[in-house]
């Protein structure tokens, strides 16, 4: 599937709200493992965000040029809420549930937001204008307090709430292959989990894993010789 995923705002001057948390910081957080998931799964993203314009028309005008022009077969706008509510809600155009946005609300709001509904949003550009279905995500309020500290502890559940529910495939937790964190390196063989106290062939070369899950040496394109 060819998905255009539109990270709002950021774009001056097209700016997003302030609150306790920068709507902008909620959408690059959540967005960027959006579409790290979704092509991991194998799907074509398409990053409509542009890197200047004119005005806040301009913006929008060059984000939905963008997913017309490469015909995407949905387009997924990524915002945050602000004004003294709570919760989630997703726009389509006439409140119509599109390209599973009923099952990506529901998946938002069990992780714990208030559920205010499929709404339409007819007079939203990012809906209205794409050639393909369009939704626009409003995940949290970015100036409640405690839906900042619900997108705060879930960044990535979130993320895999708008990837299982677009898609219904089941969204890894780590990249297929070698992965990297701020402690050093494992290895996830199917996305889920990773390789721990043990041996393990990758390719033509043996690497040990530690009770962690971390591989011994501090670069993992280093070769380990195998011993027992």
Same mark, same amino acid.
């Given at each position: ?43 074509? %993203? ?29 387009? %997924? ?152």
């Amino acid at each position: 599937m060819k998905i255009g995923i539109d990270l709002g705002h950021e774009c001056y001057p097209d700016t997003g709200a302030i609150g306790i948390v920068a709507e902008e910081t909620i959408i690059n957080n959540v967005g960027a493992l959006v579409i790290s998931k979704l092509r991991d799964l194998g799907h074509e %993203v398409i990053e409509l965000r542009p890197e200047n314009a004119n005005s806040v028309n301009d913006s929008l005008q060059k984000r939905y040029n963008k997913a017309n022009n490469n015909n995407v077969d949905v387009c %997924v706008s990524i915002h945050a809420n602000c004004g003294g509510g709570h919760g989630t809600e997703i726009f389509t155009y006439g409140a119509k549930d599109v390209c599973g946005a009923s099952e990506i609300l529901k998946k938002i709001c069990d992780i714990g937001f208030n559920n205010r509904g499929i709404k339409d949003g007819k007079n939203l550009a990012m809906v209205r204008r794409p050639s393909a279905p369009a939704m626009l995500i409003e995940i949290c309020f970015c100036d409640s307090q405690s839906d900042v500290d619900l997108y705060s502890n879930n960044i990535e559940n979130i993320a895999n709430a708008i990837v299982e529910g677009l898609t219904g495939q089941a969204s890894n937790k780590y990249s297929v292959g070698w992965n990297q964190d701020d402690v050093g390196w494992f290895y996830s063989s199917d996305g889920n989990d990773y390789y721990k106290s043990c041996w393990k062939q990758i390719k033509e070369d043996y690497y040990h894993f530690n009770d962690i899950g971390y591989a011994d040496c501090n670069k993992w394109i280093l070769a380990v010789s195998y011993t027992h």
